[in-house]
């Protein structure tokens, strides 16, 4: 039966369109079980009814269209249970139901599985005989194995929009994806393409590879002056921080990384282009692979980078574009360079099909103030060229040709949407406080540099987490101590004197070095953070010795620790930085006078084991911070990146705010300042409720700040105790953002969680 199965499924995968898969597979079901009828009936949930979609064996009496209403019928039976029924003569069971049009009297045995796709049922899949009988186990599971199968065809379907039909909701024409950009969006589709695909790269060898490498040394040099001349073309449209990823650019552009390597390979007798392709695949393999998705997603800029290269290898001239006037830009995987590439004024949303809210693009969306989608399964570029769109960057929705109606009411809302940007940015120099005088500290994550004259404009008072592992990730070889302290040097500089909390190297497990591989069944729960970095205190050492000297002068280090999950590993990591202390002091012969301070250490809260733990390291370290991500995801026992069971990561759980409160009342108990690092800050919902809750820093990504501080400066104290009370007592996850909604919409701030003002 397995070889079978898979034969149908590889002709129904590899059918041209969806009503001919469905035909395949019908008749090949019915001949692989030698049964006398099979049928496929799709959920219709708008009309709340299932309509015949194939049949080989039904005798249809009739031009128009079958339908069994919801709640009739033995398939709607099955529906309702949500498993198989296995009847010997279907005619006698009470749920029976004869359809005029159809000839099925003489079938009595009857098989039926719903087809169901992620916890909703999409359609019905029978099997019926005219010997009335039961039907097998064995061939009860191949119809429900291959129900499952088909779940993920119709799934795709749907998503194409190819179960419309005329009496359908134009609403129901949409595609989803992950919101990355706020904001709302409506123009013609423009599809833009890669001038040079890797993919595309037949592997060849050469017999003169200092030929290829002259060769590729020139594309790189043409490669960085384009470069060059993009991230001035952004200069005036984009904050400083996003003209940074240009910056990352140029450093994978250093014989030391990305191009030494190629030029290694092409000495091993290849082609530079297939030299390129092969180091490029590898390097996106490697952090595709990693569960931290502001990490994963670099992938893009290596893939981008590397076109890049190789269509200056095959002297490809640059593409000449001509959008219509405010355009969506859509591509298989929207790249800063390619926002850069088109005039700005003419994008006014952004479609992509890879990527999500962690990617480069969607972080120069979100400074361009542009709507953006990012993840859309399914979407075939050539058939949504010229089309006209809207885009919903808050719930991640797309809808393709809308009625009138429906786009006039968007419209609407996208005016509101120009009319509250412009109000939130007056707000931009006053303090961040509620009505009744609560003072909130708004903080920067960063994992790039960024230029003092935009953080002055920003108004934040610093930096709660700096990822220090970017620099590690994107070396061929661990970074030296000095290359550390000219990178940590200019960060402190750039904000001081507000502090700036370094967090310690958080890679090993899921985020691998790629000069140090490690293999792990489960790296999520395996070797990373300072547990790795404690088992190597060479590399720990060197790192914090580098900060140390980068803050000689300055008093706005902040040292963060990793991972932490109990209170031997705080121990050892603050003796190692003393020992790190004393030694820098030594060498610049300062002891422990003015110029050399005594950074404050700080434990990151991301494994729920610390929530209990936090007296019996509160004696040894100097603040808090929580990192709500990764403590969401050890809590619910759920890998967000994990698409299967990603709808269950939710950091609104009630469980997971229980524990964040559990955590701010332990913090004050024991006098110790905590902050919040991870996404709930920067989200209007999640900031007051951690407001509600007594945290006083927040920290987020610098898109958010502006909105944060407009909405904690319209509330008051006790309306957030209201919203915390309501939100702790509440059973799941959508009913707490069902308060959240409701009490912004009270508060007139409902234009913060939805399109509109």
């Given at each position: 039966m397995l070889r079978v199965l898979q034969r149908i499924v590889e002709a129904v995968n590899q059918a041209p369109d969806f009503e001919l898969a469905l035909q395949i597979m019908v008749r090949q079901v019915k001949e692989a079980l030698q049964t006398d009828s099979c049928t496929i009936y799709l959920a219709d949930h708008d009309q709340q009814q299932f309509a015949l979609a194939a049949t080989d064996g039904l005798v249809i009496h009739s031009d128009k269209p079958i339908h069994v209403p919801f709640g009739e019928g033995i398939i709607s039976l099955a529906a309702q249970r949500e498993e198989p029924l296995n009847i010997a003569n279907a005619a006698d069971h009470p749920k029976f139901l004869k359809l005029d049009q159809v000839d099925e009297e003489r079938y009595k045995a009857m098989l039926v599985a719903p087809v169901i796709h992620r916890r909703r049922v999409l359609g019905i899949l029978t099997v019926q005989q005219a010997n009335a009988r039961a039907f097998t186990r064995d061939e009860e599971a191949f119809v429900v194995t291959l129900a499952?199968?088909?779940?993920?065809?119709?799934?795709?379907?749907?998503?194409?929009?190819?179960?419309?039909?005329?009496?359908?909701?134009?609403?129901?024409?949409?595609?989803?994806?992950?919101?990355?950009?706020?904001?709302?969006?409506?123009?013609?589709?423009?599809?833009?393409?890669?001038?040079?695909?890797?993919?595309?790269?037949?592997?060849k060898k050469t017999e003169m590879p200092e030929h290829e490498i002259r060769r590729f040394r020139a594309a790189v040099k043409r490669t960085r002056t384009e470069l060059t001349e993009l991230s001035d073309r952004m200069r005036d449209q984009v904050a400083e921080e996003s003209l940074a990823i240009f910056e990352v650019y140029h450093a994978m552009l250093d014989s030391e990384s990305l191009g030494k390597e190629v030029e290694e390979t092409i000495s091993q007798g290849w082609r530079a282009q297939t030299a390129l392709r092969k180091v490029v695949e590898h390097l996106v393999n490697q952090f595709e692979a990693l569960d931290d998705?502001?990490?994963?997603?670099?992938?893009?800029?290596?893939?981008?980078?590397?076109?890049?290269?190789?269509?200056?290898?095959?002297?490809?001239?640059?593409?000449?574009?001509?959008?219509?006037?405010?355009?969506?830009?859509?591509?298989?995987?929207?790249?800063?360079?390619?926002?850069?590439?088109?005039?700005?004024?003419?994008?006014?949303?952004?479609?992509?099909?890879?990527?999500?809210?962690?990617?480069?693009?969607?972080?120069?969306?979100?400074?361009?103030?542009?709507?953006?989608?990012?993840?859309?399964?399914?979407?075939?570029?050539?058939?949504?060229?010229?089309?006209?769109?809207?885009?919903?960057?808050?719930?991640?929705?797309?809808?393709?040709?809308?009625?009138?109606?429906?786009?006039?009411?968007?419209?609407?809302?996208?005016?509101?949407?120009?009319?509250?940007?412009?109000?939130?940015?007056?707000?931009?120099?006053?303090?961040?406080?509620?009505?009744?005088?609560?003072?909130?500290?708004?903080?920067?994550?960063?994992?790039?540099?960024?230029?003092?004259?935009?953080?002055?404009e920003l108004n934040v008072q610093g930096v709660g987490l700096y990822r220090t592992e970017i620099p590690f990730m994107m070396r061929e070889r661990l970074p030296t101590e000095d290359e550390q302290v000219e990178l940590y040097t200019q960060v402190l500089d750039q904000f001081s004197p507000h502090p700036v909390v370094m967090r310690t190297l958080d890679v090993g497990g899921d985020k691998p070095l790629p000069y140090l591989p490690m293999k792990e069944e489960n790296p999520f729960l395996g070797w990373r953070g300072i547990r790795m970095t404690l088992d190597h205190p060479e590399i720990f050492l060197v790192q914090i010795r580098a900060m140390l000297r980068a803050s000689v002068g300055r008093n706005n280090l902040r040292i963060l620790l990793?991972?932490?999950?109990?209170?031997?590993?705080?121990?050892?990591?603050?003796?190692?930085?003393?020992?790190?202390?004393?030694?820098?002091?030594?060498?610049?012969?300062?002891?422990?006078?003015?110029?050399?301070?005594?950074?404050?250490?700080?434990?990151?809260?991301?494994?729920?084991?610390?929530?209990?733990?936090?007296?019996?390291?509160?004696?040894?370290?100097?603040?808090?911070s929580v990192g709500t991500n990764d403590l969401t995801q050890y809590m619910l026992a759920v890998d967000r990146n994990n698409q299967r069971v990603a709808g269950l990561y939710d950091a609104y759980h009630p469980a997971v705010l229980h524990a964040l409160q559990q955590i701010a009342e332990r913090c004050r108990e024991l006098n110790k300042p905590v902050s919040v690092c991870g996404e709930l800050a920067g989200e209007p919902g999640g900031a007051l409720l951690l407001a509600a809750m007594g945290y006083r820093t927040l920290s987020m990504n610098s898109y958010n700040i502006d909105r944060i501080r407009w909405i904690i400066r319209h509330v008051e104290s006790q309306?957030?105790?209201?919203?915390?009370?309501?939100?702790?007592?509440?059973?799941?996850?959508?009913?707490?953002?069902?308060?959240?909604?409701?009490?912004?919409?009270?508060?007139?701030?409902?234009?913060?969680?939805?399109?509109?003002?």
């Open positions: 499952a199968q088909l779940a993920v065809v119709v799934a795709h379907a749907e998503a194409k929009g190819l179960l419309r039909t005329t009496s359908q909701s134009p609403w129901l024409h949409t595609l989803k994806g992950l919101p990355a950009a706020p904001g709302v969006a409506i123009a013609e589709a423009y599809v833009v393409r890669p001038r040079a695909r890797l993919s595309e790269v037949t592997p998705e502001y990490i994963r997603e670099r992938a893009s800029d290596v893939r981008d980078l590397g076109q890049r290269i190789l269509s200056h290898l095959k002297q490809h001239t640059s593409a000449q574009h001509n959008p219509p006037e405010n355009c969506i830009l859509v591509a298989e995987e929207v790249t800063p360079t390619m926002l850069a590439e088109l005039p700005d004024a003419n994008i006014i949303g952004m479609v992509s099909l890879r990527g999500s809210g962690s990617s480069h693009a969607a972080i120069m969306a979100r400074s361009m103030g542009i709507p953006a989608v990012l993840g859309v399964d399914d979407l075939a570029l050539d058939e949504i060229e010229g089309q006209t769109l809207i885009v919903d960057g808050y719930n991640g929705d797309i809808f393709i040709n809308p009625p009138l109606q429906v786009e006039s009411e968007y419209r609407e809302l996208a005016d509101e949407e120009v009319l509250l940007r412009e109000k939130v940015a007056t707000a931009r120099h006053l303090p961040v406080e509620t009505l009744d005088g609560i003072r909130i500290q708004l903080q920067l994550n960063v994992g790039m540099s960024i230029e003092h004259d935009w953080l002055t990793p991972m932490i999950t109990n209170a031997e590993e705080v121990d050892e990591s603050a003796r190692m930085v003393k020992q790190a202390y004393h030694e820098v002091a030594e060498e610049y012969q300062c002891g422990v006078d003015e110029s050399l301070f005594q950074p404050q250490l700080g434990v990151m809260i991301e494994v729920p084991a610390m929530i209990y733990q936090l007296h019996t390291v509160a004696d040894k370290v100097d603040f808090f309306q957030l105790e209201r919203m915390l009370a309501a939100a702790l007592a509440s059973r799941s996850p959508q009913q707490v953002r069902q308060i959240i909604t409701m009490e912004l919409e009270k508060l007139g701030l409902g234009g913060f969680v939805r399109a509109g003002a």
